[in-house]
């Protein structure tokens, strides 16, 4: 069974801190995603990566970046986090496009 | 890109009764939709999917159906149960992105 794990359950950050959640899978899949889970929402998704180094933008990326230096580990980096960013936020990954991509346990994100 | 939208917002049920909830998509090439249960506090678990070569598909209580030409598609439950309650996302996959619906809050009423 796919395992994507989230280093953190739950983190709490003061404004102007630059944050990092982690997120490793042990499946070998090409393809990482980053959501945030906002209630009324649904799930956004704010980077992805398909390959070792390469990243592309969500529909939200605006104050995080990404990095994606080995296969099984991709990380979300908010910059200098503000409040705004306080969220949940879901990793997941899959091989390929279609197919059911697997969630983490999220990190329940508070920034004060 | 692909805009996802999801109705109800919330769906209150009483226990044996059907649940149906439905979206609809923008981009006609998205061409995989799965649908994902969430319960409180939770990681989102896949329930069911249907990609769009398939106009319907069924397993056990659950059902979903596709209609390609109207761009909607659409989940079933049936005979519902406590353990149903949960929120509901569907998705639609363009180019392995997925963009999810806004979510469903069913609840069931024993």
């Known amino acids: 069974d796919v395992k994507v794990t989230q280093s953190s359950r739950y983190l709490v950050k003061r404004t102007g801190e630059k944050v990092f959640l982690e997120c490793v899978q042990d499946m070998d899949h090409e393809n990482m995603f980053w959501y945030r889970q906002d209630p009324g929402l649904g799930l956004r998704l704010i980077y992805f990566s398909y390959d070792v180094k390469m990243k592309e933008k969500g529909d939200i990326p605006e104050g995080y970046s990404v990095s994606r230096e080995k296969k099984e580990r991709f990380s979300l980096i908010l910059e200098s986090a503000s409040t705004n960013q306080t969220s949940m936020y879901l990793c997941?990954?899959?091989?390929?496009?279609?197919?059911?991509?697997?969630f983490g346990d999220g990190t329940r994100l508070s920034i004060l | 890109g692909e805009n996802v939208e999801q109705h109800p917002s919330t769906l209150s049920v009483q226990e044996g009764d059907s649940a149906v909830i439905k979206c609809t998509y923008s981009?006609?090439?998205?061409?995989?939709f799965p649908w994902y249960k969430q319960e409180l506090g939770k990681r989102p678990q896949l329930i069911i999917d249907?990609?769009?070569?398939?106009g319907e598909k069924k397993d056990q209580r659950i059902a979903v159906t596709l209609n390609k030409t109207a761009k909607h598609f659409s989940l079933h439950i049936t005979e519902t149960q406590p353990e149903d309650s949960a929120v509901y996302f569907c998705a639609a996959i363009n180019d392995y992105k997925l963009s999810f619906g806004a979510g469903t809050t069913v609840t069931v009423r024993a």
């Open positions: 981009d006609s090439a998205s061409n995989y």
């Open positions: 249907i990609r769009s070569n398939v």
């Open positions: 997941a990954s899959i091989m390929e496009g279609n197919q059911p991509q697997h």
